[in-house]
């Protein structure tokens, strides 16, 4: 039997109340299904069935004809269409497909839970929401839902690479690849196709946006039928597989000369793959691009630019309606710290902006959440609602490579919900929120959404941190709905994770809605930001990134640190947002507090909108939040009579690491400017000069 670890939040625990037990006991008995059981996914008759064994013991009965009258209550599923739930069809991506109710009937001849779903994939949805449901103790009246996914696309992006490694994985290996190859047993991918099902996920890339070798082979004769493995399994959950595709391919595995998009014989090559591609996968999602971003090629390279290179790839996907996932991760990798007029933030802005209403209907760009490169804290890419003619996909990073690599804990949906929520003033007060682009409602765009970054491997619990799991389930329940509260999504985690016990889900709850304050205060100050050692992005080192090409560089000097991106005196970076977002950030007086210095070069000794100096910000909040580090540990610790051994321990041990290791950045961040600036923490704590 899988162990509690592994099975994450697909816990089924029993509701606590014995009526609510007795209740669903018996709705869950007999499960009536319109047309016969035929109609519906042998995914949900899987899950529905496991599901309410697990949780009740019992083991639904499926029928096709209503009991007769007296005969108690029962489950009752409805199917508007018979249409495919997967598939390339013309619906493929509206959301309307993936609609479903949950309603409690009762009148004095039946009582019955009503599931009706616009299609398969809306049955899948429905099953795991109303097992959800059941777990979390819902009562007969509470159901009363209607769901309707806000974003389409609602994919995952892994970096797994063939050898098994997995670019910015900090959970083990990859589940997908061994040695060169795709694993034989796709047991677990399978599980893994559920858990992302069960959040209503329903796109995944399964290689690594830098595709090596082996990878660009996929979308060869040879490498085809072992991805379509892969597409089956995640067929099964509603889930349409992606690749992420070298540009190179045509020479790298086609024999061409040149990848240039505007040569013929490169079109034709692109076409033969789509067609070649389709033929092993009928419902191809499309391919995933990084091109000319950290040496990986692209269309510069013949002096094309990326809405010729997407549009090429567009054109050859087009007849089967696969989509061109291209991403704005595009900057001069090469900078040279002496030169202070290019400014890494803006560069996907320079790139992208002049491009807009240039792309094909079936390409969409990928924008990451912030301008640099998923930091604790960064301002709201300036890109979303600069293109009002262009597809777009909000890009996130479920892992946590700035973020403490899921050895400290860092709930993110915070994070990501006050990206969403940002009003980029693209339009009307009130209308411009992030989340209104990229749900595709305020442009009236015919495809958007949101990717992310896993953080899964073959760990025993899939996240290195078993409290990780909770930015996985985060991300897809947040999608779905960007209404839903941060606080809740932790919660219902929670729940569904540790079972009923109050004390538990509290706890866990708060120091999820914690974590991410408690992060930032002991590692980046003020929006600075790459404060990190090069390449492995764990742990301090201010002057990491200081002298290098990364074009990430904080400025601190022995009177003050940021980076001054205004149009007055700076890079300019503030003018690429919308009024009044521009002046707000231009200014010293209005940039709020927590992106000071990624705006502004200030003295140590400037007042923040909180009273206190910069400097003294600096010394205090990494006091305190070294010191709340450790009060996750101790929370944690006080939860050891009421978790599992197992998990108790394997978190246990991730929060020893993080007290510790934040007591190091407390004392490297508080040394480092106490030596610059030569400033004495107001209250005298320990600084080693
Ligand atoms: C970051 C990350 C890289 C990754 C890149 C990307 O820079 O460190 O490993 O390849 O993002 O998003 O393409």
């Not at 682009?437 to 899939?462: P, Q, T």
């Amino acid at each position: 039997t899988e162990s509690t670890l592994y099975k994450a939040w697909l816990q089924y625990s029993a509701p606590e109340s014995s009526e609510l037990r007795n209740l669903y006991k018996g709705m869950l008995e007999r499960v009536v299904v319109e047309g016969g059981v035929s109609r519906i996914p042998p995914a949900a008759v899987r899950e529905l069935s496991a599901g309410a064994d697990t949780m009740l013991g019992v083991t639904p009965e499926f029928m096709d004809q209503i009991p007769a009258n007296g005969e108690g209550p029962y489950l009752w599923i409805c199917l508007r269409s018979d249409e495919s739930y997967c598939g390339a069809g013309r619906h493929r991506w509206e959301t309307g497909r993936d609609a479903y109710s949950l309603k409690y009937v009762l009148s004095a001849r039946e009582e019955r839970l009503e599931l009706t779903a616009a299609s398969k994939a809306g049955v899948i949805y429905g099953i795991f929401h109303l097992l959800r449901g059941v777990s979390l103790g819902l009562k007969p009246a509470q159901w009363a839902i209607e769901e309707r996914p806000v974003n389409q696309l609602r994919m995952i992006n892994q970096w797994d690479n063939a050898d098994g490694s997995i670019e910015r994985g900090y959970s083990g290996r990859s589940i997908f690849y061994k040695d060169g190859v795709i694993v034989q047993d796709l047991d677990r991918v399978r599980d893994y196709a559920r858990l992302l099902a069960s959040v209503g996920i329903n796109a995944i890339s399964i290689n690594n946006v830098n595709v090596h070798e082996v990878e660009t082979g996929f979308i060869t004769e040879e490498g085809l039928p072992e991805v379509a493995r892969v597409a089956g399994v995640f067929r099964d959950y509603g889930i349409a597989l992606f690749l992420s595709i070298n540009f190179a391919a045509p020479m790298a595995v086609g024999g061409l000369d040149t990848a240039d998009p505007l040569d013929e014989g490169v079109r034709e090559w692109w076409k033969e793959t789509s067609e070649r591609v389709y033929r092993h996968i009928p419902d191809f999602g499309g391919f995933v691009v990084k091109a000319d971003s950290e040496h990986r090629p692209g269309p510069f390279a013949y002096g094309r630019d990326h809405a010729d290179g997407a549009n090429m790839l567009a054109d050859s996907l087009e007849p089967y309606g696969g989509l061109v996932v291209w991403r704005c991760f595009v900057y001069n990798c090469m900078q040279d710290w002496r030169d202070r007029s290019t400014d890494r933030a803006r560069a996907a802005y320079d790139h992208f902006k002049p491009l807009d209403g240039k792309f094909k209907d079936n390409v969409l760009l990928q924008i990451k959440n912030g301008p640099m490169d998923f930091q604790v804290r960064e301002p709201v890419s300036p890109l979303f609602g600069a293109m009002s003619a262009t597809n777009q996909v909000i890009e996130f990073q479920i892992a946590q490579e700035y973020t403490g690599q899921q050895r400290h804990l860092c709930y993110l949906v915070p994070q990501w919900k006050q990206v969403l929520d940002f009003d980029t003033h693209a339009a009307e007060e009130g209308k411009g929120q992030v989340n209104r682009i990229v749900s595709g409602s305020l442009f009236g765009m015919k495809y958007s959404g949101a990717a992310a970054v896993s953080n899964i491997g073959d760990d025993e619990c899939w996240t290195g941190h078993p409290l990780a799991q909770a930015n996985l389930y985060g991300y897809g329940r947040l999608i779905w709905n960007p209404g839903l509260t941060s606080e809740g999504i932790a919660r219902e985690w929670a729940q569904l994770t540790f079972g009923s016990d109050r004390e538990v889900s509290d706890k866990v709850t708060d120091m999820l809605m914690a974590s991410w304050t408690i992060y930032e205060s002991y590692t980046a100050p003020l929006g600075v930001g790459w404060m990190v050692v090069p390449h492995y992005h764990y742990g301090p080192d201010v002057d990491g990134y200081e002298y290098s090409r990364w074009g990430t560089y904080h400025f601190a000097d022995r009177d003050g640190i940021g980076v001054d991106r205004t149009t007055a005196t700076g890079t300019g970076y503030a003018g690429q947002y919308f009024s009044p977002n521009r002046e707000m950030f231009e200014s010293l007086e209005d940039c709020p507090d927590e992106l000071l210095l990624f705006f502004h070069h200030v003295p140590y000794g400037h007042v923040l909108h909180s009273g206190k100096t910069v400097i003294q910000h600096i010394y205090d909040t990494h006091f305190s939040g070294a010191e709340s580090a450790d009060g996750l540990r101790e929370s944690w610790a006080s939860l050891q009579s009421r978790v599992d051994a197992a998990r108790h321990k394997a978190a246990a041990d991730r929060f020893a690491e993080q007290s510790e290791h934040a007591k190091h950045w407390r004392d490297v961040i508080n040394t480092y400017f106490y030596r610059k600036s030569g400033v004495p923490d107001e209250h005298g704590r320990t600084i080693y000069s």
